[in-house]
């Protein structure tokens, strides 16, 4: 019997191997044919049975997030206690539900303090309460949480700069989905720079959060024979709306402009020593670019504004200082070739002002400072000019300016093997 069955084996593995491999490929695309139409048929029964009874009334009895074992309750209560039908004046129906419960699983997933996915399983709650009704359903969320501690190190070379630099990050630390980062970072221009920020939602909203930090840093600005010493802190606070982003913040530093060179400018020479910037900033931000860094459709907007020094805001220096900035990128089609062609024209635009303000107990402005003025000018400002490069100067010293405007062209296309393209820029200040 056992030499029968090994005869069979054999003959089977023979006729394997004698098998031609397209006919192979066509069994097997067959089979996937089979198996695809198979689940497009079953997705498109379950879309029928949840269209039949999309409009049924539902209410929602009760919610529970599992896994969340180091996230305080009170947070999630704030998340998903709106879904509970008793927070709401008329019943749902069932794919009001579905959209909803969904919605507050993206919200859990925004906070990023648990792992993809965030897994959503609806529920009838036991008949065992009196106050339970045949509509209830019961929602559940199955999260699991990301480590809390995350530490980085490593070197950066670029910008015509080295460094070395350390991250620690401790997520979620009082269950509130706060995060603490602090970072230290050491090279050849940054000489040495520390940081530390806590950030936290406001009202257990991921697309409301608020900032407090602190930073040092010595960096040396060879451009303006100079080194700039920073000290102070900063808190922001940051929401999402239809339009953009919105940032409104405060800033107070004490900058220090020290170890000058024997060939510093009077320029910088008047401006050496201590300063205390104190200022309010808003930033608003509307990015609808298919890509941050090459676009190839879409549009991008930023606007800045800072006060410092007016009014009850004190400090060494006072002025208004406005930045805007533009870019556009339009898809080119080319003929013969159907779809996205890769080709893409980029156009941008930014330009900036700062004006003096008069500090409390002067009939006029102070000049402005060149901790203060724009630079411009570097390998990934402008190409083809060192850095700070452009602009006014004292000698051999970027002073920087009170004013600027810069705009830019660029002609993406794809390369066979290699992918990019060739730019073009024209900038001012």
């Known amino acids: 019997m056992a030499s029968v069955e090994t005869e069979v084996s054999d003959d089977i593995f023979a006729k394997l191997k004698r098998a031609d491999p397209k006919e192979l490929e066509q069994r097997q695309e067959a089979i996937n044919e089979r198996l695809q139409a198979t689940f497009q048929k079953s997705q498109l029964r379950l879309a029928e049975l949840i269209d039949r009874n999309s409009t049924l009334p539902t209410t929602v009895s009760a919610v529970t997030v599992l896994g969340a074992t180091n996230t305080r309750r009170s947070f999630l209560k704030g998340v998903v206690d709106p879904l509970l039908s008793a927070n709401r004046d008329r019943?749902?129906?069932?794919?009001?539900?579905?959209?909803?419960?969904?919605?507050?699983?993206?919200?859990?997933?925004?906070?990023?303090?648990?792992?993809?996915?965030?897994?959503?399983?609806?529920?009838?709650?036991?008949?065992?309460?009196?106050?339970?009704?045949?509509?209830?359903?019961?929602?559940?969320?199955?999260?699991?949480?990301?480590s809390r501690?995350?530490?980085?190190?490593?070197?950066?070379?670029?910008?015509?700069?080295?460094?070395?630099?350390?991250?620690?990050?401790?997520?979620n630390i009082f269950g509130g989905a706060e995060?603490?980062?602090?970072?230290?970072?050491?090279?050849?221009?940054?000489?040495s720079s520390y940081s530390a920020t806590i950030d936290t939602p406001v009202f257990s909203n991921p697309d409301l959060k608020f900032q407090l930090g602190g930073l040092q840093s010595s960096t040396q600005k060879l451009f303006a024979s100079h080194e700039e010493i920073l000290r102070g802190g900063f808190s922001k606070l940051r929401w999402l709306?239809?339009?953009?982003?919105?940032e409104v913040g405060y800033n107070g530093f004490r900058r220090t402009v020290t170890g000058l060179a024997q060939n510093a400018s009077p320029t910088v020479r008047n401006d050496a020593g201590e300063s205390f910037k104190s200022s309010i900033?808003?930033?608003?931000?509307?990015?609808r670019r298919d890509n941050p860094t090459l676009p190839s459709r879409g549009y991008y907007m930023k606007t800045t504004s800072e006060l410092a020094g007016f009014g009850p805001l004190a400090g060494d220096v006072a002025f208004f200082k406005g930045e805007v900035e533009q870019q556009t990128a339009i898809p080119i089609p080319i003929p013969g070739i159907k779809g996205d062609s890769g080709v893409s024209f980029t156009f941008g635009a930014r330009a900036g002002m700062l004006y003096p303000l008069a500090l409390s107990g002067q009939s006029s402005p102070s000049p402005s400072k060149i901790n203060d003025r724009f630079q411009l000018g570097g390998p990934t400002d402008v190409r083809g000019f060192r850095l700070s490069g452009l602009g006014p100067h004292d000698g051999a010293d970027a002073v920087g300016g009170d004013v600027y405007a810069a705009g830019g062209a660029s002609l993406l296309m794809p390369l066979p093997r290699v992918g990019l393209i060739d730019h073009c820029d024209c900038r001012l200040l």
């Open 281 to 287: 900033s808003h930033t608003w931000v509307n990015d």
């Open 149 to 171: 501690l995350f530490l980085k190190t490593g070197t950066d070379l670029g910008n015509a700069e080295g460094s070395a630099y350390a991250n620690a990050q401790w997520r």
């Open 91 to 146: 019943p749902y129906t069932q794919s009001e539900v579905i959209r909803e419960s969904a919605a507050v699983a993206e919200k859990l997933r925004a906070f990023d303090i648990f792992h993809d996915p965030v897994s959503i399983y609806f529920d009838k709650p036991p008949q065992i309460d009196a106050d339970t009704t045949p509509t209830d359903v019961a929602i559940f969320y199955s999260v699991k949480e990301r």
């Open 241 to 246: 709306s239809k339009a953009g982003v919105h």
């Open 179 to 191: 995060t603490l980062d602090v970072n230290a970072s050491f090279g050849t221009k940054t000489r």
